[in-house]
């Protein structure tokens, strides 16, 4: 079986976290993106006016004519609290098999948390010119793409140039017009507004844990501690919205000692079942198969810390702290050398009850689908689109670059699906 690779990523055809070279703490491991080199390789979509796409049934025109570029000016207060139906219904411009882009940020566009943050200006108050790389001008352009989409006005579409010209200096593999992953840009583009936003300015010194002391801890008092040393270096509005943590239990199958570590995710890439590329599994088994209890042997065993050697181990995760947003990535790419998708039909549901797979019993973890990001095509070749549901009017809407068409929740659920954005519903918000 493939190893793991971070609390987020599953499998992936590297050592593992638990062997002895890679041991330490996977906060950076989970914080920087990982390269995904099967990423598909070019748009077969639309491009700039979407001609050749196929549009969904209920495709309706879209409201006015205009094209405007986002300008990289902010004005305070220039965007009103509406609630008229074509705010937020606004097409992105494909600026050249860009589709991939324009499909995460027609989801992030409908996050009603980061919307506000941004729309609201509150983040603004937040930017960090001492430690980040980019001074606040990413997010400075991505809250104005933003405004873009959701101020009144009648333009169909808007070119998220200025954006892109912004992306691609914080993460220079954006530069240029070739396609990439979905999944990688939503990683480099959620580092990035978090490192111009982070509050952290002054980096305290690493504190090496202390597993005899931590030890004494119960579970709960030992998540808060990883938690708040996490915190400790960032901290922004945008951990609080996307960030969750996950507990990892090491248990040792000769001496039986458990290492229990917890860990901060931005999204969880659950894999597919292997093998099965034509079938129809639920969502549920994909996170199944993320969480469930693997045997460690071989060069894959783990130091024990009561035995002190290398023993055979058994790994299981959990949830220990829910996110308000939980982004579920499903691995249809392979990592080998011979690259290849898997069309794989994952049944998702609009609510998603994830209680079994939480540290404590008893809690609650219920959430609501609000969009889809999907991929059609192969490997080589494919176009990104996106599902949304307006988080004002309810109303379920496809995007394809440019277009902005009406459609109903029966459409969601295809095996193009890729990255899956849900949002937080039980009562008293996410827990530790």
Avoid at 106 to 130: A, H
Avoid at 163 to 179: H, L, S, T
Avoid at 275 to 299: A, N, P, Q, W, Y
Wanted: contains cysteine; hydrophobic residues 30%.
């Amino acid at each position: 079986m493939p190893n793991k690779i971070s609390s987020y990523n599953r499998y992936n055809d590297t050592k593992s976290d638990n062997d002895s070279k890679s041991s330490t703490k996977l906060i950076s491991a989970i914080y920087s993106p990982v390269i995904n080199s099967t990423s598909p390789a070019r748009d077969s979509g639309s491009q700039d006016n979407s001609a050749s796409s196929t549009p969904v049934k209920t495709r309706a025109h879209p409201v006015g004519r205009r094209i405007s570029d986002v300008s990289g000016h902010s004005s305070r207060n220039s965007v009103t609290e509406s609630s008229q139906e074509n705010n937020g219904l606004v097409g992105l411009r494909n600026l050249g098999n860009t589709c991939f882009m324009n499909s995460v940020l027609q989801c992030l566009s409908n996050t009603k948390p980061l919307l506000d943050y941004c729309i609201k200006e509150d983040y603004m108050l937040d930017i960090n010119k001492k430690t980040s790389s980019m001074k606040g001008n990413l997010i400075t352009a991505y809250a104005n793409l933003m405004k873009s989409l959701w101020k009144d006005k009648t333009d169909a579409h808007v070119s998220p140039n200025t954006f892109k010209n912004q992306i691609q200096k914080f993460a220079p593999r954006f530069m240029g017009y070739d396609q990439q992953d979905a999944q990688e840009f939503l990683r480099y583009l959620m580092m990035g507004l978090h490192d111009d936003v982070n509050q952290i300015q002054t980096k305290p010194k690493p504190v090496a844990i202390n597993e005899n002391d931590e030890y004494r801890l119960t579970s709960t008092e030992k998540a808060r501690k990883y938690w708040t040393r996490y915190l400790n270096f960032d901290k922004s509005t945008i951990v609080d919205i996307f960030v969750g943590q996950l507990r990892s239990t090491l248990t040792c199958m000769s001496c039986k000692h458990p290492s229990v570590t917890f860990d901060p995710f931005w999204d969880l890439s659950v894999p597919l079942l292997k093998g099965r590329s034509s079938s129809h599994i639920g969502l549920s088994d994909c996170v199944s198969l993320f969480m469930k209890e693997e045997t460690l042997d071989g060069e894959e065993r783990p130091r024990c810390a009561k035995c002190k050697s290398r023993q055979r181990c058994t790994k299981s995760f959990s949830i220990q702290r829910f996110p308000k947003i939980l982004v579920l990535h499903l691995k249809r790419f392979s990592q080998d050398r011979f690259r290849s998708k898997l069309s794989t039909f994952v049944d998702f549901p609009m609510k998603l009850d994830l209680s079994q797979f939480s540290s404590d019993q008893g809690v609650s973890a219920s959430y609501s689908l609000y969009g889809v990001s999907n991929h059609s095509g192969g490997v080589y070749s494919g176009h990104y689109t996106a599902y949304c549901k307006h988080p004002n009017l309810g109303q379920w809407y496809y995007f394809n670059d440019s277009r902005v068409t009406k459609t109903s929740s029966s459409q969601i659920v295809s095996a193009e699906a890729y990255v899956l954005f849900y949002e937080w519903n039980s009562a008293g918000g996410s827990k530790l």
